[in-house]
């Protein structure tokens, strides 16, 4: 959410930075709103003082035998204008709180305006595979290796699910393992959160109300939408300090988490996306930051390192880029992607979306902290980084690494885990 007395002190810059992501901006009728609550608000301070000082003169008035009749009557009146204004300030509130939920996150200054064909391709790292044949993809690979069995996962979830089986479940489950020994060393602290979360953890990360028809909802007859499946940890994990104040001493806060994710993925798949490219449930550890304001810029850096460094422990050939404000998500100021190679599509693919949402998820949820000698709270930053998702790492590994025999090579990152540094159809 974003912060009304800067909107109303530099109302042209907000609104310029706006529209990197916004066709139309014009924040005049929030700003009237607010203008007339804060008159009302004056007004209102000024009965209530007149109403406290009559209300004391009364007694006085009565006990020395003078008429307070006058005096009765005016504060009748007065205490009707002030419950009328009341009821104004409420609903101006409500409706200034509404606008304000709706808007997007202000873009950083160096985030380019536009969609997606405006994104920055900041750095590559390795070379794309060269193939004597043309590569087979990852959903013939993985089922000729017996990796991944479609049809059964289909059977029990519909479109949209597969399952892991035999070596397949043990290479996933040695990919997440990796990645979560990886930010252990690091010291991050592991959290494992709930899966169904409450409607206030979707509106603090900033995804409601404008996504919430885009998640696997909990209903009842007596509640209604009462709670959802966590689309991605980082959904619990802003949740983790809501409405605590931290110490500054307690910054960075630096946490990491292993859910499943659960996504509609509304709409048709594209030939290309089939198999595990996209899909309503996959694997995924999320790391995740609280920081001071002025430390935020260091701490998105020290993300996307540690999530690059996976993929380059992987021996994957990636590219990284700076989105634009329009292909980032709403509620990140600034998010950079790290897309891998994925040789039968021809195109990179992103494996984890690196973001600082500055103090907007903050402010949502009321996260701050109280810096040394202060009494004045300020608001953290946030941020997330998938550390990994593996729904696209395996078909990269298996891509990247098949052999003109149908095998697929290892790293050695995994080979350890798995006893060898082939995959081949014995195997299976």
Same mark, same amino acid.
């Given at each position: ?24 901006v014009d924040l005049s009728g929030l ?300 509620? =990140? ?11 039968? =599509? ?52 298996v891509e990247q690494g098949q052999q ?25």
């Open positions: 959410m974003l912060d009304l007395a800067l909107i109303r002190n530099q109302r042209e810059a907000v609104e310029e930075a706006l529209r990197k992501r916004m066709d139309d700003l009237d709103r607010d203008a007339r609550r804060r008159e009302l608000v004056g007004d209102a301070d000024e009965l209530k003082a007149r109403r406290n000082q009559v209300s004391s003169e009364i007694p006085r008035l009565k006990k020395a035998g003078e008429p307070v009749d006058a005096l009765l009557s005016e504060m009748k009146d007065v205490s009707a204008r002030i419950k009328a204004m009341d009821q104004q300030i409420r609903e101006l509130d409500a409706a200034i709180r509404d606008e304000l939920v709706r808007l997007p996150n202000l873009p950083a200054d160096d985030v380019p305006a536009g969609d997606k064909e405006a994104n920055t391709v900041l750095r590559s790292w390795g070379e794309q595979p060269r193939f004597d044949v043309a590569p087979r993809d990852h959903v013939d690979l993985v089922t000729s290796l017996g990796l991944i069995d479609y049809e059964r996962g289909v059977k029990m979830g519909g479109n949209g699910f597969w399952l892991y089986r035999g070596t397949g479940a043990r290479l996933e489950w040695a990919l997440l393992n990796f990645f979560i020994e990886s930010h252990l060393a690091d010291g991050y602290e592991f959290v494992l959160p709930p899966h169904l979360l409450t409607y206030e953890c979707g509106f603090t990360a900033g995804q409601f109300p404008k996504f919430e028809d885009d998640v696997f909802q909990i209903r009842s007859e007596s509640e209604g939408f009462s709670h959802f499946i966590l689309p991605t940890a980082e959904t619990a994990l802003i949740n983790f300090h809501r409405d605590e104040i931290l110490s500054e001493t307690e910054l960075p806060r630096k946490y990491f988490s292993y859910t499943p994710c659960y996504r509609k993925e509304a709409g048709s798949y594209r030939a290309q996306e089939r198999g595990m490219i996209r899909g309503h449930q996959f694997n995924k550890v999320e790391i995740f930051q609280f920081t001071a304001p002025e430390e935020s810029g260091r701490a998105h850096e020290e993300l996307m390192a540690k999530a690059e460094k996976l993929v380059q422990d992987l021996g994957l050939h990636y590219r990284a880029s700076l989105l634009a404000a329009r292909d980032a998500s709403a509620s =990140m100021a600034k998010t950079y992607d790290i897309e891998v190679w994925i040789p039968s =599509m021809n195109q990179y693919l992103e494996v984890s979306s690196v973001s600082n949402a500055h103090d907007y998820q903050a402010r949502r949820g009321n996260i701050r902290f109280r810096r040394e000698g202060h009494k004045q709270t300020e608001f953290v930053h946030s941020l997330n980084a998938s550390g990994l998702a593996t729904s696209r790492i395996l078909p990269a590994l003109a025999d149908g095998s697929v090579l290892l790293p050695p990152a995994l080979a350890r885990r798995l006893g060898t540094d082939r995959l081949s159809v014995r195997d299976a």
